[in-house]
């Protein structure tokens, strides 16, 4: 029966929203990088259990702040939302991503990183993983709507962190923050050893009811994108138990997603990386990124490295803050797509730095003084004037 209702739903769904295929969000998808998925799940295990409170939970702070700082994000872009549990403080990280047309209205896009018994390698490593690399792809991407990518704490205790964010910055901000919805990522690795096809879709049926319909059709979007930008097939479900739910009860629009096979080991020791299937994460995070860039209107005239030549990408480059202290930041178009290399040199042209595809350069080691740096993208050069003051 359920099966059968299910399908009618799709069915329905097909006809009453349609949505095209664009080829600028498969190409952003296609960016998605299994390799890093891989890396950062494999991070997230090694800082242990990330009880909230913890020295491990705010190990795993750190270790998210650092991620996004190196994908380009500025300090001024990164805030974080602190509470105090048991005596201990603990964190949410919010990334905000400014959008073109609606800049007061926010897509937020979240999980929580916080676990309990074990390393929450699936749970929840893997909806971090995902954050974490349409972070990275929509860096440089315009949008139309303002994401937020927020990293909540304190969610196995009882969806305290995303309840302290909605009381202390939603409600809290004059005019009230405007959602125009949250897509909660929480659960999405699979079972290794089992066929991972298929992604459950979640849908804000609880009360206040009048947010509901809403919610039902960004998950029948959320449901097309799955289908159009990655290869698993959808179930569609109800949401509960997890990040969405004070917003739902704020009366925002809430849509999420959740493992289909679904795992016995969160919340246990056993939820590690061997338990999981990796290659499940990966196709989530294409049908998650195809979903983030529709909800937020993504460019759809994307460049590609066919359109935007080295000489246009080095024209666009922008290094600050300058003068610079410690780091500098790199921004420039289409720096996801291809290689370049970064080197620092002093007046009389001796070599100091020497990077390559790094967008957040650490520079703590030169002193005070005017420098030289030189961006490579293939046989094209260009080298600005940097300031270096302690
Ligand atoms: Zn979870």
């Not at 409170?53 to 001024?76: D, Q």
């Not at 290094?319 to 720096?335: K, L």
């Not at 730095?353 to 030289?372: A, F, M, P, V």
Request: glycine residues 6%.
């Amino acid at each position: 029966m359920k099966k059968i209702f299910f399908s009618l739903t799709t069915v329905f769904s097909i006809s009453a929203f349609s949505q095209n295929f664009t080829q600028a969000y498969q190409n952003r998808v296609n960016e998605i990088s299994q390799t890093n998925i891989n890396t950062t799940l494999t991070e997230f295990a090694n800082l242990g259990v990330k009880k909230t409170g913890s020295v491990s939970n705010n190990n795993a702070f750190a270790w998210l702040k650092t991620k996004y700082l190196s994908f380009g994000y500025t300090e001024g872009e990164i805030s974080e939302n602190a509470f105090l549990y048991q005596g201990n403080t603990t964190k949410n990280l919010i990334i905000t991503k400014t959008g073109t047309t609606y800049p007061n209205t926010f897509v937020i896009v979240c999980g929580h990183y916080d676990t309990i018994t074990g390393p929450g390698v699936n749970d929840n490593g893997s909806g971090v993983s995902l954050i974490l690399e349409m972070a990275r792809i929509l860096k440089e991407v315009p949008t139309e709507y303002s994401i937020k990518f927020i990293n909540f704490t304190g969610e196995e205790q009882g969806l305290l962190g995303s309840q302290n964010y909605v009381n202390t910055v939603v409600n809290s901000t004059s005019p009230k923050m405007d959602i125009k919805l949250v897509f909660n990522i929480d659960q999405v690795g699979g079972v290794a050893g089992q066929v991972n096809n298929t992604i459950t879709c979640e849908r804000d049926t609880s009360n206040p009811s009048s947010n509901n319909a809403a919610s039902n059709t960004i998950t029948q979007q959320l449901m097309n994108c799955v289908t159009l930008y990655s290869p698993l097939q959808t179930n569609l479900s109800y949401a509960y138990a997890s990040d969405y739910m004070p917003f739902q009860s704020n009366n925002e629009v809430i849509t999420g997603i959740y493992e289909y096979n679904e795992s016995t080991k969160p919340h246990t020791t056993g939820d590690t990386y061997v338990n999981m299937d990796p290659v499940f994460v990966y196709n989530v995070g294409k049908a998650a990124l195809g979903a983030v860039q529709y909800f937020a209107t993504a460019d759809t005239n994307a460049l590609s490295t066919v359109d935007c030549p080295p000489e246009k990408m080095l024209e666009s480059l922008k290094i600050y803050p300058n003068p610079a202290n410690d780091f500098i930041q790199i921004e420039m178009i289409n720096s996801n797509l291809i290689d370049f290399s970064f080197t620092i040199v002093d007046l009389n042209g001796r070599t100091l730095l020497q990077t390559k595809n790094e967008k957040r350069i650490n520079i703590s080691k030169l002193s005070s003084g005017l420098y030289l740096g030189t961006m490579t993208v293939e046989d094209q050069k260009v080298t600005k004037k940097i300031m270096i003051k302690k």
